[in-house]
């Protein structure tokens, strides 16, 4: 933490900064200058949080070094972290695709998907039996009962789930039918959410907020991992700028940023990200030459009829055509796929 | 809705676009031209809600032209709200300041502070009791007790009551103690808690959140007084753009723009928009002078010490000088005030 | 200027970085904690210019502590700036009105809408004759021509003129005719243009860019003050952000955040801030009561039929209207207006 | 283009709309429902360019359906362009990549660093001679002598040569020494420089500004094309947001969306979209399997000094690197390359 002094500060106001760090049990490390006056502090600076020193006296400005995520910080934890999720897991060896359709409409049709998704070559099947929508008067999702088909579509399949939860109440229920729990954009700072899925003990996917930096992102993440459930999946898709071409826009650096700041496993969304099906093929094969573990992609047996996201969702023949396609770059960044 | 076609569609993918319309019970009017077709449809577009047209061969793109707010739409309730709230009201009569500390931190703090905005001018006391914060390791609020607090504070003052829920248990204990109930950014959409404050009963102050639209936000009030609840007040508090000189950048332009949206009270945060104490008088005079119903400011009894936001926080001198120069912006604006 | 080390960088690492400070004639100061050591520079970094630290082993970053410009620098020049422009002047003691049509179609209407603003209380006219439109295809000015309408315009109504340049052949013309030369949002970082500016002697308002930060915008106004022309006015016009609801959004606080950062005087213009003719009034106020040193407003005989952003321009009688409620709130700012 | 009428406008309200559009030369086509009418009108929308209809009476909005860009628009030029640079050439069945350093600063530097990237595969010799710099006070380029040395390390290795300008100064320069022009981001609207690089005949690399839209910078182009020069490539090099772990956010979408809208190929650079060295490989990989065209690097043989830019330079051996990696990608999209 730095401290740095107004131009030509007073000395008393210095003191009075020296004084407020010292009474707080840390030292301070001045750096005099002609015109500026700098005071660094090293140290745990949690011993600083009830004094304001932003407003003392003739101060310009405060700043940070450190990160405040210590858990997921990769500086404390070099080695990227590998998440077990039913039969399957996440990290840096494979290439994990979640696939499957936005919303669970009935059982025929997940199962319709989830057949055609596990032979593709995903491993986890994606469906949303609570819908966060825009508007009250969309349609919000089959709830429990699309659970039920989750559960039904994993003994067929054999592969594993994951849903979106958004309330306490759907996160007890998810914990009895599937093996993965999913903390949607908007939800990425319901930090009551985030300390129940830390205490549920399900690997959790966290999706970033609209408008999260990666820092508040880990945060997000080490509200989890202070409950002491350390199986996290971090989720890009898309944050909000100003262009319109795209329903978001994908934050494609936040991939290797992410392997340079943390060691949970990344992967991306572009179904989300753009909304726009032509472009879930160039992103996903552009979000494994970044680095990412793995991706999410909307499938649905006919887009043209889905209840929610039809635009961005492929076919299940376009998926697997994806998949195709995305063997031969699986394989240069050295992961197993299929 | 309109639908327009790529250019040169043929003239079997009009046809198919048209058949697909009639046949959910709405009509089609087709304005041809010599390379673009656009295709109208007027009347109730939710019949439309599981035909994504948007992927119906040879469409370039939809376009919404009606609003999915409804209740909160001012084209079908021209007249402005008043919201009642304890023993004072917010709408277009008067100026309501809404102030306190970020958090409560403790019986006498809350005491002290209540006087002092009492004396000032304020008529509602904003304090909060449960606090979102970034990291896991922030002061997270008293919870119960800081809402009893809370309670003794308005009995003392005869002040009404705010103050912020973040979850199902927070919300159930506040409705016990406060007047008034707000929903904070981070949790704009989270609508399990938005239903839930909706079948309250309570006033709701429902900010916006970091990266939402104004649509966006208008529906999120959608789904509150979908549930009964009219009684809602929207606050302005920033969004997140890529300046760093203010922590947020108030959109002041919000104000005018939901006047001419919705019917609903719209009051200003310039606390939290700018996270400076020296720019919250300036953003407080311009917000009255745009129009705003109200404010809401964060004061504090020593800023220097606040467990949460102190730099963004008045002290009680600065808040009484802030009011009374308030008052004769209030009067410009035909507002009654103190 | 703060070097922050990696945590637990080697001794070698640090003694590299103190050694390639001192080796460019600074003083390093050490701040070495437990995990991580911080190293502040005082003094002229540009020393440090072709060192770049960010990649020296273990350097995780450097962190600037002083702003880049100077010369715009409240910090070296506390009093407010005032700026001759014909016969009035720009500062903290008056309100200055610039308004007129964004596009300069005919000296009819020119010297209709200069005799209008004037009786309003306009002292500054504003009128576009070289136009930098998003299109090729969209009317780009009458160019010279403009100008002399300008110059008549003067003549017959003593008003002060401004007029935007785009380029060196603009600026040779406009320097012929107007007062003042505009730099619109699109050319702010056009140092070639902002260095002739600086040196034609002119007062300069220089526009933000849409983009641009407030740090970037001052050191833009630093290029005009380096070339010897201190006589510059900003403009805040709004930002690009994700809201779509009005054109741009104006980033009111830029008001309160420059007076504290600059010398130099504000307006701001609502006009293109909206892109709405409604919501000019309520941000015009809103402007003044921020602090604001002026405006710029759009003003048209015939907004219906404008060559350039009708929808935005105020018609006469508006303009008028507006300005009889502005003289309140230019008392209350103790600012002498009309 | 669509007229949206507010509910329930009255009859002639609607009349009026009819009749300027008729009065214009254009057929208005009317579709009415119970509460709105919205009015399609196909044709040439220029006749309507001194029609503001917005502000007509009961008019809610106006929604346009085409592109203002006609020459760079894939609808009508449906084959993707090859542009000549020197002996190579930019389109879909090569891989182009533009090495060299952010700035020149001496004829060894430049020569030495062209030898490498032309081993390495670079086929077009990337340096600055005119820096358009955020301060005055930083390193503006060698200007002409810079571009001397470019044309003597033409000569000497027999790569193409691209050259950023920034006036018409410094293009009547550049137009002597080398075989393409770049135009950057802060120029993008620059309007003037654009028809200026129309006239000049050279192939010209134009860069996305900060803030612009995929619309806009389309815009741009057709303001270059409009003059006669057909010889443009898109460069994609990140877009501001509120993220800062990235110097810009690298908008990687734009790659498919710009191959869906336009026929001109599309380069990235992944230096100045991250700014951070570490970055360039992962995001040059993931540019190349989305689609780009080729790539803009920035090369340094000795980052640790460079005058601009060094923290994002590669080593000449980390490009030499960075090549072989990429060759793999190259292949998988079917692009030759070294």
Redesign the interface.
Same mark, same amino acid.
């Given at each position: 933490m730095?401290i740095?002094m107004?131009?030509h500060a007073s000395q008393s106001s210095i003191d009075n900064v020296v004084e407020l760090v010292k009474s707080s049990g840390l030292t301070p490390?001045?750096?005099?200058?002609?015109?500026?006056?700098?005071i660094?502090?090293?140290?745990d600076k949690?011993k600083l949080?009830? $004094?304001?020193l932003?407003? *003392?006296p003739e101060v310009?400005?405060i700043?940070q070094?450190?990160e405040?995520?210590k858990l997921t910080n990769k500086?404390?934890h070099p080695y990227p972290s590998v998440i077990p999720v039913g039969k399957t897991e996440i990290g840096p060896y494979n290439l994990t695709i979640m696939a499957g359709p936005c919303a669970i409409e009935s059982e025929a049709q997940l199962l319709t998907i989830a057949h055609a998704v596990k032979k593709a070559g995903a491993t986890i099947l994606r469906g949303g039996a609570y819908k966060?929508?825009?508007?009250?008067?969309?349609?919000q999702g089959l709830e429990e009962e699309g659970l039920r088909y989750m559960k039904k579509a994993k003994e067929e399949t054999g592969l594993a789930t994951i849903c979106e939860v958004?309330?306490?109440?759907?996160l007890e229920a998810a914990v009895k039918y599937v093996d993965m729990v999913q903390i949607g954009a908007?939800?990425m700072?319901?930090?009551?959410?985030l300390r129940e899925v830390g205490r549920s003990g399900l690997p959790v996917l966290l999706k970033r907020?609209?408008?999260a930096?990666? %820092?508040?992102w880990l945060?997000a993440a080490?509200?989890i991992m202070?409950e002491g459930n350390h199986n996290i999946v971090l989720c890009e898709r898309g944050? $909000?700028?100003?262009?319109?071409?795209?329903r978001n826009?994908? %934050?494609?650096?936040?991939?290797?940023?992410l392997k340079?700041?943390t060691h949970l496993p990344v992967i991306v969304d572009p179904s989300h990200?753009?909304g726009v $099906?032509?472009?879930v093929k160039?992103?996903s094969?552009? *979000?494994?030459?970044?680095?990412a573990d793995g991706l999410m992609v909307e499938v649905h047996n006919n887009? *043209?009829? *889905?209840?929610s996201d039809?635009?961005q969702s492929l076919t299940c023949e376009q998926f697997e055509d994806l998949c195709q396609e995305l063997a031969?770059?699986a394989q240069?960044e050295r992961r197993t796929f299929r």
């Open positions: 730095i740095v107004k131009p490390h001045l750096s005099q200058g002609e015109e500026v006056t700098i660094g502090i090293v140290g949690s949080s009830n $004094r304001n932003e407003i *003392a310009d400005k700043v070094v450190t405040s995520y500086k404390f966060p929508r825009t508007s009250p008067y969309s349609f958004i309330s306490e109440e759907s908007r939800n700072q319901n930090f009551q959410l907020g609209m408008a930096t990666i %820092d508040e945060n080490e509200y202070a944050i $909000r700028t100003y262009e319109t071409a795209t826009t994908l %934050d494609i650096s936040a991939v290797p940023v340079a700041k990200a753009t $099906r032509a472009y160039p992103l094969k552009c *979000a494994i030459a970044a680095g887009p *043209a009829c *889905a209840l039809g635009p031969s770059y240069l």
